[in-house]
């Protein structure tokens, strides 16, 4: 069993993000700093997404560019 304990922290510890995203993306949209349309991200891809002080590295939907979308609420 003390094998399997850095795999079972890791497991963890992606669930715990996952739900923490989860609520997230309930409250938050992201606006692209290239064109300034709003989109929401879904639970995993927020995951697993680079971020940086409330700003995801993610391609805008609209205008296709990869770019530091900030956190805006929702609203």
Do not use: N
């Not at 309930?26 to 002080?53: V, W």
């Not at 995801?56 to 900030?70: L, S």
């Amino acid at each position: 069993m003390q094998g399997y304990t850095p795999i079972i922290i890791l497991v963890a510890g992606l669930v715990a993000m996952y739900l923490i995203q989860t609520r997230m993306s309930a409250r938050f949209d992201y606006e692209c700093a290239t064109c300034g349309h709003r989109f929401s991200l879904s639970p995993g891809l927020a995951t697993i997404a680079p971020h940086s002080m409330g700003r995801k590295w993610v391609r805008c939907p609209e205008c296709g560019a990869r770019t530091w979308a900030t956190r805006v609420p929702k609203g």
